[in-house]
């Protein structure tokens, strides 16, 4: 009953910008945070940034300084900045939707996943 809508991905150059976005659609009453992990060929899944619903956020070592995440609560729709991007970034990225109520009830839910990668 909610899906999580990702764009943005795609190729760029070392040092180069992308910028992701998730919208979730569906009968939403709240979500409590929405983020992007990621996942690297023969790598777990990591976080990268998180964001509440109060406004705090959550970041990687890895990614903090170059990476910001920001919300859109009236829109559901999470966005993902990422700045000076390195070959390590690449990886698939897939949106996260935490704690979301909904008519039915709550449950935690993932976008299908969008590819980055850095390369020249």
């Known amino acids: 009953q909610v899906r999580l809508e990702e764009s943005g991905g795609g190729l760029v150059q070392p040092g180069g910008s992308l910028t992701l976005s998730c919208a979730a659609d569906?009968?939403?009453?709240?979500?409590?945070?929405m983020g992007w992990y990621r996942q690297a060929p023969g790598k777990q899944r990591e976080l990268a940034a998180q964001i509440f619903s109060g406004g705090n956020i959550k970041y990687a070592d890895s990614v903090k300084g170059r990476f910001t995440i920001s919300r859109d609560n009236a829109k559901n729709t999470v966005y993902l900045q990422m700045n000076s991007l390195k070959p390590e970034d690449t990886a698939v990225y897939y949106c996260?939707?935490?704690?979301?109520?909904?008519?039915?009830?709550?449950?935690?839910?993932w976008g299908q996943g969008t590819q980055v990668t850095v390369s020249s």
């Open positions: 996260n939707a935490d704690r979301v109520r909904t008519l039915v009830g709550q449950g935690d839910y």
């Open positions: 569906g009968l939403i009453f709240s979500i409590n945070a």
